[in-house]
């Protein structure tokens, strides 16, 4: 059931600014306070990024550092950018992806290179089998401390940014985010420790072990963490679909998604410490390179079935009032998307392109606010966060409005009636 598109009685059942689920709020208590969150929050990330910065120079050699860092960063603007593109639909917050990242490449790297370490030497002293220890370390320890420490980043964000973390892509989105950033710091480690090797031995250009190291995991594989790591997001993802009261499956399946990012880091591992160099290409092209094509194509087909959902659900709105009849249409498209916020920003400026961007997101919450209510997923304050969205739409539909409605006809998805010809043949418009 649609409210009424009657402006006055909607609003005044608008909850009071303070408690906006979708507008920062100023908390009345200490521990509860954003900003002091937030404070406690990078404060803990930078601690873990110098100690990390520590532990690598400490085992790469400041020049073997720098040219990790040089070469580790070539991939992250490339994934970042196709995470972010496939988020396009409703964008997350940078702050989420920034502390995503952050806790990647500091965080989820300190964890796992002092748990790696400690357990591999325990195994070794344990059984007098440094090899064999190298070898359980890389192939069962490593995947479990490394995907879990990832996942927290995930968990984080699912339990204290819930509003933000609404399905499938946005899991896909964080967990490859965090990925990413485990990756770079990872990298950083072996190309720097190459490096120092080459350095010591003597050796340079392609038949160096810098070299191999990068075609190996920048060139081949720069996908590999983040291909393991989106099956954990998935697993959320698919959790923040069900509805409430599937309260088991709302556990079992991140858990579900953790353990297959395990087994599939596990078997990456496995391919080069037990199987040689053979091995490990015959996993990348019958496994791996698959596995990374079945994900993607996983994941461009869940955000046409946003798309899909928004063109579903807003014309139920669209029948009451609150948008005009092209504006789901355009909403569903993201060409038409940003050519509504062309129109306005060459019309009336980048504020109203601005506040074009602003409708779009919050009309496409709206949208999956109600596909999520249909399913049983929604919280007992769903109609309070409608009247809210509706609220924001009505504040913005001035400027709004006639931008999507002109790119939704100018991309053709809504049909322009022809013109009207009087009996003469004469076409009124001409002129």
Not at 24 to 46: E, F, M, N, Y
Not at 72 to 79: I, S
Not at 214 to 235: D, E, Q
Not at 289 to 312: C, D, K, M
């Amino acid at each position: 059931m649609v409210p009424a598109c009657e402006q006055q009685p909607l609003f005044d059942a608008v909850p009071e600014r303070a408690h906006w689920r979708y507008k920062p709020r100023r908390a009345s208590r200490l521990w509860r306070s954003k900003a002091v969150r937030a404070g406690v929050l990078i404060t803990l990330l930078a601690l873990s990024g110098l100690m990390i910065l520590a532990l690598v120079r400490e085992q790469t050699g400041t020049h073997g550092f720098l040219v990790g860092l040089g070469l580790a960063t070539l991939p992250v603007p490339l994934l970042v950018a196709a995470f972010r593109w496939l988020d396009r639909v409703e964008p997350g917050p940078w702050r989420n992806l920034l502390f995503a990242f952050a806790w990647g490449a500091c965080a989820a790297a300190l964890v796992a290179i002092i748990a790696n370490t400690f357990a591999t030497r325990w195994i070794a002293t344990a059984t007098a089998d440094p090899a064999s220890a190298d070898t359980l370390g890389a192939t069962v320890i490593a995947p479990v401390v490394e995907e879990s420490a990832k996942a927290v980043a995930v968990l984080l964000i699912f339990i204290f940014r819930r509003r933000d973390f609404t399905g499938i892509v946005d899991g896909v989105v964080v967990a490859g985010i965090t990925a990413t950033g485990f990756a770079f710091t990872e990298n950083i480690l072996y190309l720097g420790s190459a490096f120092g090797e080459d350095q010591e031995i003597g050796t340079s250009g392609l038949a160096s072990v810098t070299a191999a190291t990068f075609f190996v995991r920048i060139v081949m594989s720069p996908f590999a963490h983040p291909l393991f790591t989106v099956l954990t997001g998935i697993g959320f993802g698919i959790a923040a679909l069900a509805a409430q009261r599937q309260r088991i499956r709302r556990v079992v399946l991140p858990l579900l998604g953790l353990a297959l990012a395990m087994g599939m880091h596990a078997l990456w591992n496995a391919s080069a410490s037990l199987f040689g160099p053979w091995g490990f290409y015959a996993v990348y092209g019958a496994f791996m390179v698959p596995a990374f094509g079945l994900l993607t194509w996983l994941a461009i087909w869940t955000r046409q079935r946003e798309l899909h959902t928004i063109s579903t659900e807003l014309p139920a709105y669209a029948a009451a009032g609150w948008l005009t009849d092209a504006e789901p249409r355009a909403l569903s498209s993201m060409r038409a998307r940003t050519m509504a916020r062309d129109f306005a920003r060459h019309r009336y400026g980048p504020a109203a392109a601005h506040t074009v961007s602003e409708y779009e997101r919050f009309a496409t919450s709206l949208a999956f606010l109600r596909h999520r209510a249909r399913r049983g997923a929604a919280g007992p304050d769903f109609m309070a966060r409608e009247q809210e969205l509706l609220h924001h739409l009505w504040q913005r539909k001035e400027a709004a409005g006639p931008a999507l409605t002109y790119a939704a006809r100018a991309t053709g998805r809504v049909r322009v009636p022809p013109p009207h010809r009087d009996y003469s043949g004469h076409n009124p418009y001409r002129y």
